[in-house]
């Protein structure tokens, strides 16, 4: 662990070369221009292009002013010093009006950005069932929040101001070393008899210069990128900790264990901090470079053309001239300089980004060539298990029973001992969990609705709560009120449009209740429940499985629990238990057969119970 005060190391590592991540740029951008949405950002930056161009071509004319103008001053001439001024007005009220439409189009690239990689990121998250299976896929499924919000944000802001300022500045460039070697044909030196002229003297100097500092800023700043790296997933570690205090504070001081959690809390906040102090002393190592040669470039200019000036052949005027382009030459050469900070920056947070996408798409190779469930179509919209086991870390779970076809209308009760199991063959039936042998046959999906050990209450009001996940189906209050009446929550009809923390202001038996409401609203064919009756007292137990003896007798049911009663309710009983022969598992020195990216997600994801 790092303590704050302590230099933060990090392990040895190979960071990507240029042509890799070039490559992977043009990799990402690529997939990111195929959408629908990019066209209006290309047209954004169409036009920001344009911006730029003509920004350019006033700061030549602006740099062929300075010629006549500090002529005029040198040679005390009034009236073309007030004409050269009138000129002055000009060009900058030009540059002006062109300076605020790049800086409306700039900030509107950065929000399109955004809008962009975001949306692309939230596609690729919430497919069908990667979201649940990227939660288990070790620590980069931990935050996915981080790099689809805070990753994602930043990414899109340095992506519109780095490319946009190297934009500016080749055009600078190219515009300028033109400029630069015309005017250094008047530089030239004199030594006894002989004057001696070296063609493009000043852009030569202004590219050594700049060269140079360059190369010290690389040597200096590169480490920047592995610690800003670090520095990353510390901050989401600490995020998602401070998160997860917030959520559970009433169990932490039911058991007044304010005092661990914050010790937790410091360990994460010292780790952040030691990250941080050691980006603050590279930086400051960096800043030697960067300032140094900001404050050198003031001089700079004027040394390389006093031989000129000095030997007459350069007038005021012309010096000025080439003062400034030379300056703007710099500025462009030097942009690598000024930004080697922020470059270190956007590459770590890209490969923040490229690492959570191609984990993603790995999700849909994972486990290849390990024995998958068999999902068919029940030809009767029944359920049937056929010769069944469920692959997981702890061993195989299997059922009493080879063949079991359950017709629809039909209650089966799956009962099992503690770590049997019981919630990965609930996830199977939801189609979450794939690994294992044999055969489900199930209704059509639009047909079930799963009930699992806690209930999920959307953010939103009540309504939207009952209605989820189709908060607009058509159901006037009458129906939503009924429904909390026959639950037992007759209490909450008030509230039906109030927009509260539900899951936080009912107790656990209240949100199982709504659920139980829901399926009223929805009228499902077949309920899939996971310990779900577990959860609710015993007089509301009766309250909510008399449902499917009124409301849903039609309704098929499979209950997954721990209790064997049937009571009557239950048609069938099946239990489920692990099996003692061991079962082929996708270690994760197996799933790294698949490819580098898949074996990165399946770290710890394959390991999960």
């Known amino acids: 662990m790092s303590h704050v005060g302590e230099p933060f190391t990090l392990p040895p590592r190979r960071m990507p070369g240029i042509r890799a991540t070039g490559s992977r740029v043009g990799k990402f951008v690529r997939r990111l221009w195929s959408t629908p949405e990019a066209a209006r950002l290309g047209w954004l930056v169409l036009g ?42 000009y060009i900058a009220g030009g540059l002006l009006v062109l300076n605020v439409a790049q800086n409306w189009l700039h900030e509107t ?6 809008e962009l990689l975001t949306g692309s990121l939230l596609d690729d998250w919430l497919g069908p069932r ?5 939660a288990l896929a070790g620590e980069i499924g931990v935050n996915p929040d981080q790099r689809i919000h805070e990753d994602a944000r930043h990414l899109s802001e340095l992506s519109a101001d780095l490319g946009i300022g190297l934009l500016q500045a080749a055009l600078l460039l190219v515009s300028f070393v033109g400029v630069l070697w015309i005017l250094s044909r008047d530089v030239a030196f004199v030594m006894g008899d002989q004057t001696i002229a070296i063609p493009g003297y000043m852009v030569w ?17 590169r480490p920047l990128v592995a610690l800003n790296a670090e520095r990353y997933t510390r901050e989401a570690e600490l995020r998602f900790t401070l998160v997860r205090v917030n959520e559970h504070l009433d169990a932490i001081s039911l058991h007044a264990g304010e005092g661990t959690e914050h010790k937790h809390l410091r360990e994460e906040l010292d780790r952040v901090i030691g990250v941080l102090q050691s980006i603050v002393r590279m930086t400051a190592r960096l800043t030697w470079v960067t300032a140094g040669y900001g404050w050198f470039a003031i001089i700079a200019p004027v040394l390389v053309a006093a031989p000129g000036y000095f030997g007459g052949s350069l007038s005021f005027g012309k010096l000025m001239m080439a003062v400034a382009a030379f300056l703007q030459v710099q500025q462009a050469l030097r942009w690598f300089i000024d930004n080697y900070g922020r470059i270190a ?9 490229k690492a959570f996408r191609d984990a993603l798409a790995a999700l849909d190779v994972v486990g290849e060539g390990f024995d998958r469930i068999v999902i068919e179509d029940h030809p009767q919209g029944g359920m049937a298990f056929d010769r069944l086991e469920l692959t997981s870390a702890a061993g195989c779970s299997v059922l009493d029973k080879v063949v079991i076809d359950v017709p629809a209308g039909t209650r089966l009760l799956i009962v099992g001992p503690p770590g049997s199991g019981k919630s990965t063959l609930f996830r199977a039936i939801a189609g979450l969990w794939p690994w294992g042998r044999g055969r489900l046959r199930l209704p059509p999906r639009e047909s079930m609705m799963f009930l699992p050990q806690r209930p999920y209450l959307p953010l939103g009001s009540l309504r939207e709560a009952l209605l989820y996940p189709v908060p607009s189906r058509p159901h006037d209050d009458e129906a939503l009120r009924a429904a909390l009446h026959r639950t037992g929550l ?4 008030p509230a039906l449009d109030k927009t509260r923390r539900w899951d936080r202001e009912l107790t656990l038996d209240e949100q199982q209740r709504v659920a139980f409401a829901r399926l009223l609203l929805h009228e ?27 409301e849903l007798a039609a309704t098929g049911v499979v209950s997954i629990g721990r209790r064997a009663a049937l009571n009557g309710f239950y048609h069938r009983l099946v ?6 022969t061991p079962c082929p598992w996708p270690s994760r020195v197996e799933a790294r057969r698949i490819g580098p990216a898949a074996a990165m997600v399946t770290g710890n994801a394959l390991d999960a119970p």
């Open 205 to 221: 100097c202004a590219l050594i210069y700049a060269a140079t500092g360059s190369w010290l800023s690389w040597r200096v700043g």
């Open 109 to 114: 690239v950065k929000v399109r950005l955004r």
């Open 524 to 550: 499902p064919r077949w309920v899939i429940m996971d310990e779900a009756i577990d959860t609710i007292e015993e007089e509301n137990r009766r309250l909510v499985l008399s449902i499917f003896e009124k």
């Open 48 to 89: 920001l292009f344009a911006v730029i161009v003509a920004t350019v071509v006033g700061q030549i004319w602006l740099n062929a002013w300075n010629q006549p103008f500090y002529d005029a001053l040198a040679q005390k001439d009034l009236a073309a010093f007030a004409q050269q001024t009138l000129v002055f007005l």
């Open 345 to 353: 920056d956007w590459h770590a947070t890209f490969l923040r980004i």
């Open 575 to 580: 239990h489920l238990a692990l099996h003692s």
């Open 490 to 493: 007759a209490h909450l009809t």
């Open 130 to 134: 990667r979201a649940v299976h990227l």
